[in-house]
């Protein structure tokens, strides 16, 4: 069975600091891996989504990573700012046409002003 | 983008008596619709997917007479909560997926339950 382990639970840091975020999965036999961010109360806003062909996805400040054959991923955000305090939850999806995504218990963010 | 919408937002009830909640693809037709749980500090789980027009696969564990699940058109999914007991206090949350994205799903907002 696949399991999503995402290390730290929190982190806080000061705002302007770079940060990375650590995912990690059990099977490597994934179809894709998706970075999602959740603040508090509110749903999941999907931030990337990388195949498993590919090692990394950007868009702005956010850098994702995925190493597949270790069972690894990455989430760099750059220059982080207090608006970017959110959990951000990893998950993984197995097979292709599954029809279920397999979530790792998110690391909590706080960037503090 | 995939717009998914959820209603309501947050509902408070009586223990022992039925709540529905709503699941919506606004702008896009939601073959498969997914319906995860989250208790607090804890990640989404899986509770049941169900496919337009046919019974909702459960996961294990969660009793399918309790979740009512319908997905009776290509844009809208329910889940009723029967005779809703204080531990079925929790953060639902639904996420649609379309024919033609089969990878990809889209999350609603969440509906928060509390069961007094």
């Known amino acids: 069975k696949q399991e999503v382990t995402q290390i730290p639970a929190a982190l806080s840091v000061p705002e302007g600091e770079n940060l990375v975020l650590n995912c990690s999965f059990t099977?490597?036999?994934?179809?894709?891996l998706q970075w999602f961010r959740q603040d508090p109360g509110k749903g999941l806003t999907s931030l990337l989504l990388i195949q498993s062909s590919q090692r990394e996805q950007t868009s702005g400040r956010l850098n994702a990573s995925l190493d597949k054959s270790s069972g690894r991923s990455t989430l760099y955000i750059a220059a982080s700012q207090p608006g970017d305090s959110a959990t951000y939850l990893c998950a993984v999806r197995v097979g292709t046409g599954a029809n279920n995504l397999f979530f790792g218990t998110g690391t909590r963010l706080t960037v503090i002003p | 983008g995939a717009v998914v919408s959820q209603h309501p937002s947050w509902v408070i009830c009586k223990s022992g008596t039925s709540v529905k909640i709503e699941c919506r693809s606004l702008d896009f037709q939601a073959t498969t619709m997914f319906w995860y749980r989250q208790f607090p500090k804890q990640s989404l789980m899986l509770m049941a997917t169900?496919?337009?027009?046919?019974?909702?696969?459960?996961e294990q564990g969660v009793e399918k007479d309790k979740f009512l699940i319908n997905h009776a058109s290509l844009t809208l999914s329910t889940l009723t909560v029967t005779s809703a007991h204080p531990e079925d206090s929790s953060f639902y949350i639904c996420?649609?997926?379309?024919?033609?994205?089969?990878?990809?799903?889209?999350f609603g907002p969440g509906t928060r339950l509390t069961v007094t």
């Open positions: 996420s649609a997926r379309e024919s033609t994205t089969y990878y990809e799903q889209y």
């Open positions: 099977d490597s036999a994934i179809y894709n």
């Open positions: 169900s496919n337009e027009g046919s019974k909702a696969t459960y």
